[in-house]
């Protein structure tokens, strides 16, 4: 068996044609899309109550990166994200994702909590005896 960590949408295809199955959704909540036939639970709701790792895209500057500039970038992906209704509905129908945006502080906060969760997760893929 192998194992991948991906956006149930970027695979559903896959799923749907039967060469994969998707075992658990690793954030908080279960994919739960009824009209497509789609439900895959939460792999916390599966007895791993400490695995709660949501999937997050970002964007991530050189140091040094004019602050404007990042300001100004961060300014236009909010607004995008939050007001533009063809992209959210685009995202969801080809991802099964809703977008949300997150500031700079915000964002490097959840940065953070994410580093600390998988740093406890053991990915040696040894498997003991």
Do not use: C, R, W
């Not at 044609?17 to 994919?31: I, V």
């Not at 004019?66 to 100004?72: G, S």
């Not at 063809?86 to 099964?96: A, G, H, P, S």
């Not at 977008?99 to 915000?106: L, S």
């Amino acid at each position: 068996m192998d194992v991948i960590l991906a956006a149930y949408g970027s695979i559903k295809d896959y799923v749907n044609e039967g060469s994969l199955t998707a075992l658990a959704m690793d954030g908080e909540e279960d994919l739960d899309v009824g009209d497509q036939g789609v439900h895959v639970e939460a792999i916390h709701n599966q007895g791993y109550e400490d695995i709660k790792l949501p999937f997050y895209y970002f964007f991530a500057f050189p140091k040094g990166t004019d602050k404007a500039m990042i300001k100004q970038f961060n300014d236009a992906v909010k607004d995008i994200v939050e007001n533009d209704e063809d992209y959210q509905q685009k995202i969801y129908e080809t991802y099964l994702q809703k977008p949300f945006y997150q500031g700079t502080e915000e964002g490097l906060k959840t940065f953070d909590d994410i580093t600390e969760v998988l740093n406890k997760v053991d990915l040696s893929g040894k498997v003991e005896q």
